[in-house]
C-alpha cells in the first residue's frame, strides 16, 4: 500500500496549486520529498509560464518547447516510479519566481520618464523570461502600472516573435506546419496555451484514428485510400469536434489564430487548412496546403496512379467540411471561384502548375500574416499592424538570406 501511495503523491501534487504543494511538503518529511521532485515542479514551470525558458529548457519555438519540456517531465515520472526521486526544478522555479517579484518592484518604483525608459532597457534584456509577469502586471488597477507593463510586454512580445520565426526557419526540432501558427497565436494572444493546442490536435488525430484513418507506409496510397482516411478525419473534426468555415465573421483576426480556432471551432480556409493538415500528419497521411491558391487556400494530397501527379492526387477544401475534389473538380472550383473575379478559364490555364506546387510553410505563415496585415489596417489597429509588419519583413529577410546549414524543411 505504501508503494502505491508513494507514486500517486506526486500525482496529486501535480494538481494542486503552488500554495497546496508546499503545505503538502509542510506536512511530514516522507510527503516532503514527493512534494519537492522534480515531476511536480516541472509541471508547476509549464503551468506558470508560458514564455521564456523552462527548467532544463531554453528559451525556443512555442511547440518545440513544450514538447521538450513535456518528455522531461515524463521522464521524471518514470525515474520516480523507479525510485530516482530528483529534486532541481524546485530550485529553477524558485529562480523566476525571484525574478518576476523583482520585476514587479522595479515597475512598482519607476516614475519619472528617466526611471522608466532605464527600467524598460532592464525588461528589454530579460526579454522572454518576464513576458508572464508583464501580462499579470497588465491586469492591475494602477493606470500607470499597467501601461508601463503594457508597453514593455508588447516592445518584447514583437522581439521574441521575430526571434522564433528565425529560430523556426534554422531548426531541426521544429518543422511542422503547425509549428509557426503556435507563434501567431502566441504573439497576437499572450496567454494562448500552447500546450492546450497541441493536446487538442493530438486528440483529434487520436479520434481519427480511431474512426480509421491510420497509416504507417510510406508509399503512396490510392484514391480509394485517400479517400477512406478523409472520410475518418472528416468526421472525427467537422461532425464529432464541430469545426467550420466562419462566413458570419469572416474577417475577425481571431480566425488566424490556432488556439482561437480550436477554442471556437470556427477559422477560414488557411487556418482550417493548418488543423485539418495536422491532424492529418499524426494520422500519416501526407498533405500539402497550396499558398499559392488565390483567395482561398485548398489542401493538396497525393495518390498513387499513373499519368501526372496533379491528375491523380486529390484536393480537399477545409473551409467546406473537408469536401474532397479530383483534379477536374478541382479546375473547375478555381474556374467558378475566379470568375467572381473577371478571370476566363484560358487566363487561368498558364497557372494551374504554380497553383498546385508544393511549397515550404514559410509561404503560407506569409499569407496568413498578409491577411491580418489587412485586417489590422482596415481596424487601425496600429500597434499589432506594426508588429505584423515586423514579422513579415523578417520572415522575407530569413528566406532571401538563410542562415547556413538551415534544418529546415517542410513536413507537412
Not at 355 to 380: C, S
Amino acid at each position: 500500500m505504501a508503494e502505491v501511495l508513494d507514486a500517486l503523491l506526486p500525482v496529486v501534487c501535480s494538481y494542486c496549486d503552488v500554495t497546496g504543494v508546499l503545505s503538502m511538503a509542510a506536512v511530514a518529511r516522507h510527503w516532503c520529498q514527493a512534494a519537492r521532485s522534480d515531476q511536480v515542479w516541472i509541471q508547476c514551470s509549464r503551468s506558470r509560464w508560458h514564455f521564456g525558458a523552462l527548467f532544463q529548457v531554453a528559451d525556443a519555438a512555442p511547440g518545440a518547447r513544450d514538447e521538450a519540456s513535456l518528455r522531461l517531465w515524463q521522464r521524471s515520472v518514470e525515474e520516480y516510479r523507479a525510485g530516482v526521486a530528483h529534486a532541481n526544478a524546485f530550485g529553477f522555479f524558485l529562480s523566476r519566481s525571484k525574478q518576476d517579484k523583482e520585476v514587479c518592484q522595479l515597475l512598482h518604483k519607476a516614475v519619472a520618464q528617466e526611471e522608466q525608459e532605464q527600467i524598460l532597457g532592464q525588461m528589454h534584456r530579460l526579454g522572454a523570461n518576464v513576458l508572464d509577469i508583464l501580462l499579470k502586471l497588465e491586469q492591475e488597477e494602477d493606470m500607470r502600472l499597467k501601461s508601463l507593463a503594457n508597453s514593455a510586454r508588447v516592445q518584447i512580445t514583437n522581439r521574441w516573435a521575430e526571434q522564433r520565426w528565425a529560430q523556426l526557419l534554422t531548426s531541426e526540432a521544429a518543422t511542422t506546419l503547425e509549428e509557426g501558427a503556435f507563434i501567431l497565436s502566441q504573439w497576437g494572444y499572450p496567454n494562448a496555451d500552447v500546450s492546450a493546442m497541441r493536446s487538442s490536435l493530438e486528440r483529434l488525430a487520436l479520434r481519427a484514428a480511431e474512426l480509421g484513418a491510420r497509416r504507417q507506409s510510406t508509399a503512396l496510397p490510392s484514391q480509394a485510400e485517400v479517400r477512406s482516411m478523409v472520410l475518418a478525419i472528416n468526421q472525427a473534426l467537422y461532425q464529432e469536434f464541430g469545426l467550420e468555415g466562419n462566413q458570419m465573421d469572416y474577417y475577425n483576426p481571431e480566425n488566424s489564430m490556432l488556439h482561437a480556432v480550436l477554442e471556437k471551432k470556427k477559422g477560414i480556409p488557411i487556418s482550417l487548412s493548418v488543423v485539418w493538415a495536422a491532424v492529418a500528419r499524426r494520422c500519416g497521411l501526407m498533405c500539402h496546403p497550396l499558398a499559392n491558391v488565390p483567395r482561398h487556400v485548398l489542401i493538396r494530397i497525393p495518390a498513387g496512379g499513373e499519368g501526372p501527379a496533379e491528375n491523380n492526387d486529390l484536393y480537399l477544401d477545409a473551409f467546406d467540411n473537408g469536401k474532397l475534389m479530383s483534379w477536374g473538380e478541382f479546375c473547375s472550383f478555381l474556374t467558378d471561384m475566379l470568375a467572381m473575379m473577371g478571370a476566363r478559364m484560358r487566363d487561368i490555364e498558364p497557372h494551374l502548375s504554380e497553383f498546385v506546387a508544393t511549397t515550404t510553410p514559410v509561404l503560407l505563415y506569409l499569407r496568413m500574416m498578409r491577411n491580418l496585415e489587412n485586417i489590422y489596417g482596415q481596424t487601425g489597429d496600429q500597434l499589432r499592424l506594426e508588429g505584423i509588419q515586423q514579422q513579415m519583413q523578417t520572415l522575407i529577410r530569413l528566406v532571401e538570406h538563410p542562415a547556413p546549414a538551415s534544418g529546415y524543411r517542410q513536413q507537412t
